[in-house]
Structure formats: C-alpha cells, structure tokens
C-alpha cells in the first residue's frame, strides 16, 4: 500500500477516533449517557437509553420510574427487543418467523433509542419526531428503524426518537382479574410512559418538547395515544400525529367474553387454572414458559392475524375508538394519514377458498346473519371472491379507520395513497427507511416527494411547506375539502413518478359508514 494511502487511512482512523471519545455526554438526572458517532451519516446515535424499571416478573404493571445509575452509561449498543410473539398460523402456508436472526429478546425491554443530527447537540430547538413501531402489537422493535434516515430525509432539521414497548401477553393481557389486580393495556403505557419521558428529556438532545409529531407504520399505537384520556392527556405529548397504515382490529371491552377466553387459555396452558389468584400464579411463572404460551397462543390464530390487542380498559382507552374519533376527542392538533391501495392483501390466505359472507363471520364473530349477508352485499361489486375478501380485510381493519381518523381532525388532517405496484401493507416502510431495505423504485422525484412530505408536516404541520426545491407534489389541500387526497404511484413502465390529488371514490366511503355503523359488534 502507498505511503500516502496509509496515512490517508490513519488520519481519518484518528478522526473518528477522535470523534468517539469526544461524542456528547448528556445529564438526565437518574443517569449520564454517552453516545456514539457515525461519520457515515453524520449522526449520534444514543442506544438503548432505559426509560422505566425492567418490567421483570411484573406481568401487567404500569411502567416505573428508573433509580439513579452513577457513572457515565456508553449508549453504543443496541437494546434487546420486546419478547416476540407470532402471526396466526391457523389454515395458513406459512407464517412469519418468530424470532428474527441475530437480535436478542427479553422481558427486561423498556428502552428507547434516539438520533441526533451531527457530532454535537444542535444549539437549535428541533422538531422532534417519536417513531412507534408496528407489528400488531406482537412484534418489532425500536433499532428496527435507523432514525438517521429520518434525520437525512429532513435535511437535518430533526431529532428522532424509536421506541420499545411490552408486546403479546406480556403487554396486552386483558380480563377481570388483570383489571383488579395489575395494569391494562400496560404495553400502551409503556408508550405514555415513554413520551412523558421525551417531554421531561428531549431538551437535552437538541429537541423541542412543544413540537413532537408521534409516527407509526400499522401504526395502531399512534391511534390510541390519539384517542387516550378523552383526547385530554396532561400534560400534551405530542402536537401532530402521523400514521402510515392506521391500524384498527377488534378492540373489546377489558371483560368481554373474547378477552376472558383468551385469559382463560393462558392460565390454562400455565396450570394457574386452579389457583385462587390467577394472576400471582402467572407472575410466578418462568418467563420461558410465559414466551413459549406467547408465541403458541398467536399462532392459532386465524390466518396471519393477531391475538392480543388493546382493550377498553375504563380509564386510559375509555370507550370504543370510534366512538372517540366521531366525538372529536383526540390528542393532537394535526395528522396525517397514508394508507396503501392493497392493505389486507397480506393477511388473507390466498389459496383458500373464498366467500365475502364466511370471511366476515369468521372475522367479527359477533356478527350475526344479516351484518355477514350485509358485506357480502357492500362488496359483490368489486371484483372476484379472493377480491372482495382482501378488501373486506384491508377495508375495515387499516383504510376505514384512517378516515374515521381524519373526521376527527377537521381542516387540520392530509390523506395520502401509497399506490406503487403491488402497494401492498408494509411496502411503503422502505421509502422511509431506505438503509434497512433500498426501495424498487428508484426515481429521485418519488424518493424525495414522498418521504419528505411526512418530515415537512412534521416541521410545519403542512406537507407544502416543502424542504427542498424540486419537489414535484402539487398543492395538497387538508382531506376536507372534497375528500382530496395525495396520489404517490409511478407511470407502468416504471419511467417517471406519478403524483396527483384525486378525490376519494364515494363506494369506498359508503363501504367505510357501513363498518362504523356495526363498530359495537366488531369492537372498534
């Protein structure tokens, strides 16, 4: 090797090094943090930063504030993630992969990560922004997510924070006893917990506490946090909510009979049948036995749903979600909502036979006769049997529920479509995270219109206030002025982005007054 080249090499091995030993140190009060700097991206990253007591052997408790460490915590590593349950595996090919390769889970998970733009604290205030994972509150978990991305997308005008929450049984165990003697929703409180820790801290890493947008990808959490307290939490937490694939399934009642049956199994498959106090017994339980009762419950499932959800627990989740949402009871002051053209395609077995009237049965149980010949009715024009199934799926679960949301923001809320081929769920991610999984479509007009139109709202509160010149979305007017919406797609040779407003088809809006008519019975 050259002489040159040699101390080329050593010279920027010194920089980092350099870099590295003098990246921030930031005082929380119950802990000092030291973070690390990547050059690549010109970002510090702070891993694995605690933000409650290890929630070890405490099954359904709410979220704790952490003793004091001393010394100075290195926050270069990445946290384990939440314990990860399973996709319903019920008449299914296959099923997801329980636990992803190389990532380490466990019970004690209650972390967050967060990024921040250059080597130093920015002087400035930022926007900043709270990602929450999705995975149908079963799996995910925050280092999924690089937040230096974000940061990139923004042109550095924000800071980020992911976060880790309780997942499966671990943070979504429901019934009576769990109401009298622990915590509902403790995974949700988790998330409170999380951004009331941002409100106290965030300050410290260059952001500002008065402008948080929460975002989220399935992003159910997003939506309950949005309806949480009455829309009254206190102090606010977030000024603007973002939601990529509003997500909605069945939320019941803390003691309705599906939630029972579902604790009932559980402490059947932990021999705590017999116990006086069933939920002692449970916390008793080794936590291998709890994972492997977690994993096995989700995965009977029907066809890549979900098991354990959030409920209606009386006090922080206080009616049905939309009910709330008609009601205008919201936190938040703005949103913005995207959804993909094909969302239930994923969770529909595409080799079993289908039939609109068995899927809906088999789906809201609580459906009788005449809601189950009702959809099939709503749907007999949209195509084939498989068609009308994957609708019926992706309609009342993920797109329905974002216009339930947007109502709730009126003159204040942007819908956008994600429809590049096949916009199935999920594929839109890539286009926000590009250094987990490069996009199929790189076309720099799409790549930059798309994802900055969610970093500028962020900023701003209005996507047309853009970041970068060039961009080529057109005027993006709020949702409730004629049902506008954002097209985000590619023309079909794949040679140029396509990105127009359109209004929403009136059959789809009808389709959607019909599932929030029937919410009492679907439990949404």
């Known amino acids: 090797m050259a002489p040159l080249t040699v101390a080329l090499l050593l010279a920027a091995s010194l920089l980092n090094s350099y870099a590295q030993s003098n990246t921030p140190i930031v005082d929380l009060g119950y802990a000092t943090y030291q973070g690390s700097f990547d050059p690549t991206t010109n970002v510090t990253n702070f891993f694995g930063l605690r933000f409650a007591l290890p929630p070890i052997v405490l099954l359904s408790v709410c979220p704790k504030p952490l003793a004091n460490v001393s010394g100075v915590q290195q926050a270069d590593t990445m946290p384990p993630e939440c314990l990860q349950g399973g996709n319903g595996a019920s008449n299914a090919v296959s099923s997801q992969t329980v636990k992803r390769q190389g990532r380490q889970q466990s019970e004690d998970c209650l972390f967050l990560n967060i990024h921040v733009p250059g080597s130093t604290i920015p002087e400035e205030s930022l926007t900043t922004i709270v990602w929450i994972h999705g995975g149908g509150y079963i799996i995910g978990s925050a280092s999924d997510f690089p937040g230096s991305d974000l940061i990139t997308e ?34 949700l409180l988790d998330q409170d917990f999380a951004l009331r820790w941002v409100q106290a801290h965030i300050s410290k890493f260059g952001g500002d506490p008065t402008r948080v947008t929460i975002w989220g990808e399935r992003a159910g959490s997003v939506l309950q946090q949005v309806v949480a307290n009455d829309g009254q939490t206190d102090p606010p937490l977030f000024r603007a909510a973002m939601t990529s694939s509003t997500f909605l399934p069945s939320q019941y009642q803390f003691n309705d009979p599906i939630p029972e049956a579902l604790f009932s199994q559980i402490i059947a498959q932990t021999n705590c049948s017999l116990s006086s106090d069933s939920l002692a017994c449970l916390r008793a339980v080794d936590v291998n036995t709890l994972q492997n009762v977690n994993v096995a419950i989700n995965q009977a499932g029907f066809y890549e749903t979900f098991i354990t959800f959030p409920v209606v627990d009386g006090t922080f989740i206080t009616q049905r979600v939309t009910e709330a949402l008609k009601q205008g009871k919201v936190n938040g002051r703005a949103l913005l909502a995207m959804t993909n053209t094909n969302e239930g395609i994923i969770f529909v077995n595409q080799t079993a036979p289908a039939n ?120 993006w007017n709020t949702f409730s002025m004629n049902d506008t919406e954002m097209l985000f797609n590619r023309t079909e040779d794949s040679s140029a982005a396509v990105i127009h407003t359109f209004s929403t088809d009136q059959d789809l809006l009808d389709r959607c007054s019909f599932w929030e008519g029937v919410g009492e019975l679907t439990g949404q």
Do not use: W
Not at 159 to 186: C, M, P, S
Not at 458 to 474: C, H, R, V
């Open 154 to 187: 923004s042109d550095r005008q924000v800071v980020v924070v992911t976060i880790q929450y309780r997942l499966g049984l671990f943070g979504f165990l429901a019934g009576q006893e769990v109401k009298d003697n622990g915590a509902l929703n403790a995974g």
């Open 356 to 475: 609109a009237t068995v899927f809906a049965g088999q789906t809201f149980p609580n459906f009788g006769l005449e809601q189950d010949e009702e959809v099939a009715r709503l749907y007999a024009g949209v195509g084939t049997p498989l068609d009308q199934v994957n609708r019926i799926l992706g309609e009342s679960i993920f797109i329905c529920p974002s216009y339930f949301l947007l109502s709730a923001f009126p003159d204040k809320s942007f819908k956008g479509e994600f429809a590049l081929p096949p916009a199935l769920h999920g594929m839109d991610v890539a286009y926000y995270f590009p250094s987990n999984s490069p996009p199929s479509f790189q076309n720099a007009d799409f790549l930059k219109a798309f994802s900055q139109a969610f970093l500028a709202f962020a900023i701003s509160l209005d996507p047309n206030n853009k970041l970068e010149f060039g961009n080529i979305t057109p005027q």
